[in-house]
């Protein structure tokens, strides 16, 4: 057998990855964040020149039929779905949006903007240092 070959009969875990894994009917590419929730695949496909690339959120609806990747969001430079799967927290340039998790563009994302205008942060370099030190 195929599962054999690649890993042997020993060690269960082979067997079980081999079991569980699923190929996705989509083009091979240059693909990294894989993140899902219950409707549709997510991830970011880069260009080709590795890290700097132009950058895309893609995804796939989950199903047997119709397979189309959809372009979600361009220019991203990663992503976060929300733990009940129904937002994507998106970086786009210096900015960061929260949108729709769905298989398909977003459309006018400037409502979606996330308002960082009025956070700060107090930050005490010396204490910062001194816990740096004691941690270590």
Do not use: C, H
């Not at 060690?11 to 993140?35: C, D, K, T, W």
């Not at 970011?44 to 893609?58: D, F, I, N, Q, W």
């Not at 563009?105 to 930050?123: E, R």
Request: proline letters at 3%; charged letters at 30%.
């Amino acid at each position: 057998r195929a599962s054999e070959r690649l890993f042997g009969s020993g060690p269960r875990i082979g067997r079980e990855i081999q079991r569980r894994i699923r190929e996705v009917p989509v083009s091979p590419g240059n693909y990294s964040g894989l993140q899902v929730n219950d409707k549709a695949l997510f991830w970011v496909e880069r260009g080709m020149g590795g890290y700097g690339a132009p950058s895309t959120l893609k995804a796939v609806k989950i199903g047997n039929e119709d397979i189309k990747v959809e372009t979600v969001l361009e220019g991203v430079r990663g992503f976060e779905l929300t733990q009940d799967g129904k937002k994507i927290f998106a970086r786009r340039g210096r900015d960061f949006f929260v949108i729709e998790a769905a298989a398909r563009k977003a459309g006018d994302i400037g409502n979606s903007k996330v308002d960082l205008a009025g956070l700060s942060f107090s930050l005490d370099v010396k204490e910062n240092l001194r816990q740096l030190f004691v941690d270590a």
